[in-house]
């Protein structure tokens, strides 16, 4: 199990990566970086949380998830429309 989450960790690290520095990297975007790297990480630790509950409650577990992302989601949208 540990592989498969070091693997998840490096591909999406990668990913992030190849996504900031195919265009012109400028050092004012190094927080598109770390942003990209935060969510990699926590996609993964994600992923080592489903993989450690038992199957049938799987399910349940990603709707809280879902729940609480749409929660933040919905919070940091009207927080960028209070900020224009």
């Known amino acids: 199990m540990h ?24 050092p004012m975007d190094a927080w598109l970086f770390v942003a990209g790297a935060a ?17 049938e409650e799987r399910i349940a577990l990603l709707r809280e998830v879902a729940k609480t992302a749409k929660a933040d989601l919905v919070a940091f949208l009207k927080l960028l429309r209070f900020w224009r």
């Open 39 to 55: 969510v990699a990480l926590l996609l993964t630790l994600l992923l080592r949380l489903l993989l450690q509950v038992r199957p």
């Open 3 to 26: 592989w498969i989450i070091h693997l998840t960790l490096l591909a999406l690290s990668a990913i992030n990566a190849y996504l900031i520095f195919r265009r012109d990297w400028d």
